[in-house]
């Protein structure tokens, strides 16, 4: 795991960085999209770099973390509009380029399984972003979750239906109560994961996540099992992190060739 602390916008370059690189090499890459605050300074980035610099996902698919369940077609809270809203209308991504799970469906255990069906079948993600929930959930892998967890049904927590809020006129009896995740085991099958996180608020959930137990009561600290992740935050969300002058002297030192 690498941990950069660097100011935010910093930290969504990197991102993008990242991600160009992949679509450069690999124009067909599957890029896994998270919503939430956390990785719009990087979809904004990337928007820049199609309009600016001829980046291109003209080739690219994504698959999205979660969804709730019941929000209308046209809610703009439903998370299929809302990275239709902050990423796909801004590049370039084919009709049909965008899969989430289907909050709608009929069936949500069937749309749940021909979900990872559609991952597999795409062969799997190349790069995850992912932010993290101040309880320290992935996508809406809540405390408690199944470390070897795949798509599924899942009951929101208090604490992230109240964090959600805002985006619902801060009523959270507006908030649904459902959502389709990714489960953890999903996630970890992604080659590269890449967790934004920035503010104070999030400092414990990263202090957790980087230096805490695995454990299902911290969902994050799944991602000490997986070979390859970056961690980006800034100050705030680093304020609790007991080795932070090491990861700071460790990325100032970092040897350009060795890549993210
Ligand atoms: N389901 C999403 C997560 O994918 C997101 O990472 C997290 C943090 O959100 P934010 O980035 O707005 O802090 O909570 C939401 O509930």
Redesign the pocket.
Known sequence: MEVVIAPGPETARIAADAIEKLLRARPQAVLGL??????LAVYDELARRHDEDGLSFAHARAFM??EYVGLPAEHPERYRNVIEKEIASRVDLAPGAVQGPDGLADDLVAACAAYERAILDAGGVDLQI????TDG????NEPGSSLASRTRIKTLTRQ?RE??ARFFDDDVAQVPTHCL?QGLATIMSARHLVLLAQGRG?AEAVHQLVEGPVSAMWPATVLQHHPHVTVLVDDGAASRLQLADYYRETYAAKPGWQGL
């Open positions: 998270a919503t939430g605050s956390s990785p973390l979660d992912l932010g993290i929930g959930h992935i996508a809406f992230t964090d959600n995740t999030k």
